[in-house]
Structures are given as C-alpha cells and as structure tokens.
C-alpha cells in the first residue's frame, strides 16, 4: 500500500514558479511510476506529467511541455512537479498518483493523494 500527501501549492502570480511536492509512505515506492494530474471547477480531471519508477523516463501533456518539469527521489520516498512560466489556465487542484507507468497515464491510478491548491493570478 502507498499513501500520497501532496504539498506546495499556493498563489503565484502570472509568470512565476512553484514546486510541488508529493511525499509516499510504502516500502516499495520506488517500484512505482508517478504522476501529477490537476482538476479545475467545472472541469474534466486532466493529465499532467508521469515519471517511470527509475526516474528514467518522463511524459508531460503539451499544455504544459517546456515549462513544468516532474523528478522523484526515491531516497525520499518523494516526486517533485516544478512548474516556470506560470499562467492562469494552471489553476487547479493538484493531485499525485502512483501504479504502474500505463496506469497513471491513463489517470487510473490505484493510489491519489488528496490534492493541493495551485492558484496562478494575472
């Protein structure tokens, strides 16, 4: 079993960086891929980055490619989600997953955290 607690989020303005990170209990955390997936009122829950259990390997969504970066270290039993040149359709609840790299692409995780707030303002 893993559970996730994500943390970092904030209010940022336009522009701006934040760093998010998801903290794993579990003694086999490195045996799973991650991801970051974020959820807006009104809105459908959208992928936003995966990293393959070696850290070897990452995918982002195209909204987001080339200004958020996902890493983990797995001596912390942690995944990061850097976000730069922040805008304000980067609004959302922020929520980590973690099973097998298939299954986090396609959002469905066995195990989610509870989510943290990102609130990008213009």
């Known amino acids: 079993q893993v559970q996730l607690v994500e943390s970092g989020g904030g209010l940022v303005q336009v522009g701006g960086s934040l760093r998010l990170s998801c903290a794993a209990s579990?003694?086999?955390?490195?045996?799973?891929?991650m991801g970051w997936f974020r959820q807006a009122p009104g809105r459908e829950r959208e992928f936003v980055a995966a990293?393959?259990?070696?850290?070897?390997?990452?995918y982002f969504a195209d909204s987001v490619k080339g200004r958020f970066t996902i890493s983990r270290d797995n001596a912390k039993n942690t995944v990061y989600l850097q976000m730069n040149s922040l805008k304000p359709e980067d609004t959302a609840v922020y929520y980590c997953?973690?099973?097998?790299?298939?299954?986090?692409?396609?959002?469905?995780?066995?195990?989610w955290g509870q989510g943290t707030q990102v609130t990008v303002s213009s």
């Open positions: 990293i393959t259990r070696g850290g070897g390997s990452t």
């Open positions: 579990g003694r086999t955390f490195s045996s799973y891929a």
């Open positions: 997953a973690a099973d097998f790299y298939l299954k986090v692409l396609a959002g469905t995780a066995d195990y």
